[in-house]
């Protein structure tokens, strides 16, 4: 049903994901885009390449390998050490102009909602915003994009006919991510970028990382989450002994959160973190669709809720009826009985 | 300082309906408001007016009835108001909207800096901002917290990145998006609203910008909407009920089975 493009593209070949770093450390979105880039690169029968920018990457490039990716392109730059956009900027699409990409992957993390607008508008394509879903149509091979809007209320599938390449930022913590094995043939390909040509009117001064209560909650294989219905701060205790049995980290909806019962940085859904853990625990959580937004992609979903016509009910695939004030600890003393731990749960993992 | 606050209206809600046969929005019967992050770029605008002297203008595109929300930038203690509104602007996705709004703020001519809302509640894209500062080919940065510094060379502002911030400087002209974090908005004033009232707000063509047409509307947007549906939640649940314990028993007997836990 999507017509072909009616301009030759046979130029754009493979699928490229943004390789944000910051200190060397690759953002766990990466992994997530590579996981997804891959299964795209296969229905094309195209490489699966990964642009990485910065300074002392070279054991980075040559591990990303190992994730099952074709190439990457490094740039390795003294001054491209510390995330700067127009200096970034300069450098995709230098890299886009020369290899001629067909897809571009990047996560829709700060970095990449910016870099990703300003690449877009500089070589004028087209770019999805905080995609949820991509696929290859089977017919015209363009990609198709799906994303939420309104506030998750709609999901709309968005294509980029007539211009190339095609570019989209991914949500995080949606797709799943690549796994690391062995044995892929893939090479690294340096590409020199003239530093000294830029003329930059942006200068990064400071990187502060803030230690926000250690909040991982993208990183978290069981998310413990509570809601109004926790009822006060003094009661979130349940919620965080709950997790710490568990081995998880603790999440909030936005009313706990507006409640001041609990700091911003735990709040899932539409204005707070995505989430897909494992195991996600909502204790006196609605389910309203901002909320669901943010965790609907977990892998199981356990509800704890007095109402039994709850919306969170709809998408659980388990649910307890009943006072949390009853249920969590009555939780707790079976997990201490049955000796179910944090190794517990990460020897599922592996 | 001379500074341009974008802003964007948009359904009062997000709780939207789809006509099934067309497969498009249904606008009809919502209330119009200010996209709420915007009023923290207007805030923003005012208090460094202030702070520094000058003047604030604001800057929207959309149909005829966004004046109403211009209005409401006015009672707010704005200087100038311009709604960009043309048939042939319609149907734009976020290259050519950043486009026809960078082509209106360059007809603003002088502007030291321009002020965008981290991102619209409706389109969601957040992709606006940026691209406007490349159209014009100034520096932006996005996610703004704190402006910690301003002369009439540079700027200083905090930036909120994942798990912390950057302290970043920048040439101007540039242009910022802000979060909410960055201030408290405030009400409108009596003069406000009785000026507001009087208020002719100027509409500027695609003939009164130096546009080009193949890039503004439909025609200027690479991305096109090829479906939109409302998402179904389709979840099989296992409900426990009975005596608390029984429950939770049966939770974890079901985590053990399933080899969850
Ligand atoms: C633009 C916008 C963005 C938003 N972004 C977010 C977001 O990012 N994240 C988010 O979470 N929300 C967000 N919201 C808010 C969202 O719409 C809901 O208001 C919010 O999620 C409700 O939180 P809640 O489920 O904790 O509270 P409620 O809806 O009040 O639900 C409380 C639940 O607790 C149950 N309960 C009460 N007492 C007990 C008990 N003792 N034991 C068991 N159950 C009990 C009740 O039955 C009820 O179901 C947003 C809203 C808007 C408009
Ligand atoms: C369901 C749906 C999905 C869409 N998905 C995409 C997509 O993935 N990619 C894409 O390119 N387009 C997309 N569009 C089109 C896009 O929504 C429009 O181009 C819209 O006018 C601007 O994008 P936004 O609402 O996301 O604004 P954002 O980029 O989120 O807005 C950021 C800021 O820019 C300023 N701003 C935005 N619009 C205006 C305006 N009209 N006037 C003045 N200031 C403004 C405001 O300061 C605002 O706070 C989509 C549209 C729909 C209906």
């Known amino acids: 049903r999507i017509e072909k493009s009616t301009r030759d593209f046979t130029d754009y070949k493979d699928v490229w994901v943004f390789g944000e770093q910051r200190n060397g450390q690759l953002n766990q979105v990466v992994y997530e885009l590579i996981g997804e880039g891959r299964k795209l690169a296969n229905k094309l029968g195209e490489n699966l390449c990964v642009a990485l920018i910065g300074n002392k990457l070279t054991s980075k490039a040559k591990d990303l390998i190992n994730y099952g990716v074709d190439k990457v392109y490094l740039v390795d730059e003294e001054g491209l050490a510390i995330y700067n956009d127009e200096a970034y900027t300069a450098v995709m699409t230098e890299l886009i102009n020369c290899y001629k990409p067909s897809i571009i992957l990047l996560g829709a993390t700060a970095i990449g909602r910016s870099l990703g607008p300003r690449v877009a508008a500089r070589i004028k394509t087209g770019l999805t915003a905080d995609c949820t879903g991509l696929d290859i149509d089977s017919e015209s091979g363009i990609l198709l994009q799906t994303r939420p809007a309104f506030g998750g209320n709609i999901m709309a599938t968005i294509v980029c006919k007539n211009h190339r390449p095609q570019m989209a930022t991914v949500r995080q913590g949606v797709m799943k991510p690549a796994k690391r094995k062995s044995g892929y043939n893939g090479q690294v390909i340096k590409h020199h970028f003239d530093y000294n040509k830029l003329n930059l009117r942006t200068r990064v001064l400071k990187v502060v990382e803030e230690i926000t209560d250690m909040v991982k909650l993208e990183e978290a294989d069981i998310i413990v989450s509570g809601g109004r219905g926790v009822g006060s701060a003094e009661n979130f205790k349940l919620i965080r002994e709950l997790a710490e049995v568990l081995g998880g980290a603790v999440g909030a909806s936005r009313a706990a959160v507006d409640n001041g019962w609990i700091p911003y940085a735990h709040q899932v859904g539409q204005t707070g973190k995505t989430v897909s853990p494992k195991i996600y625990i909502a204790c006196g959580i609605s389910g309203a669709v901002q909320h669901l937004v943010g965790m609907r992609s977990s892998d199981v979903i356990i509800a704890i809720n007095k109402d039994p016509n709850a919306p969170i009910f709809n998408v659980a695939t388990y649910g307890l009826v009943g006072d949390l004030n009853q249920i969590i600890p009555a939780m707790i003393k079976e997990i201490k009985l049955r000796g179910l731990s944090e190794a517990a749960a990460s020897s599922e993992n592996s | ?261």
């Not at chain 2, 043309?86 to 976020?94: Q, S």
């Not at chain 2, 002088?110 to 619209?120: F, H, P, S, T």
């Not at chain 2, 802000?178 to 002719?200: A, D, F, H, T, Y």
């Open chain 2, 1 to 261: 300082m001379k500074i341009v606050v974008c802003i964007k209206q948009v359904p009062d809600t997000t709780d939207v309906k789809i006509n099934k046969e067309t497969n498009t929005l249904i606008r009809e019967g919502v209330k119009s408001i200010i996209n709420p992050f915007d009023m923290y770029a207007i805030e923003e605008g005012l208090r460094l007016r202030e702070k520094y002297g000058g003047t604030v203008t604001v800057i929207s595109m959309g149909p005829p009835q966004v004046t109403e929300s211009l209005k409401e930038a006015v009672s707010l203690g704005v200087d100038d108001v311009i709604l960009l509104s043309d048939r042939v602007f319609a149907g734009a996705d976020t290259l050519a909207t950043s486009y026809t709004l960078a082509k209106g703020i360059e007809k603003i001519g002088g502007v030291d800096l321009i002020l965008c809302g981290k991102q619209a509640i409706d389109g969601d894209t957040a992709q606006v901002g940026p691209g406007i500062a490349e159209h014009l080919d100034i520096p932006h940065v996005t996610y703004v917290k704190e402006i910690t510094d301003v002369t009439d060379k540079i700027i200083r502002v905090k930036r909120m990145i994942e798990g912390g911030y950057e302290e970043i400087e920048m040439d101007l002209p540039a242009l910022l998006t802000v979060v909410k974090e960055i201030n408290e908005p405030r009400l409108p004033s009596i003069r406000g609203i009785l000026r507001s009232r009087e208020m002719e707000v100027p509409i500027w063509t695609a003939q009164d910008l130096d546009v080009d047409e193949d890039k503004i509307g439909l025609n200027g947007s690479p991305t096109q909407v090829v479906s939109i549906t409302t998402p179904k939640f389709e979840a099989k649940t296992q409900i426990f009920t009975g005596k608390v314990e029984e429950q939770v028993q049966n939770l974890f007997n079901a985590l053990r089975e399933q080899r969850i836990l």
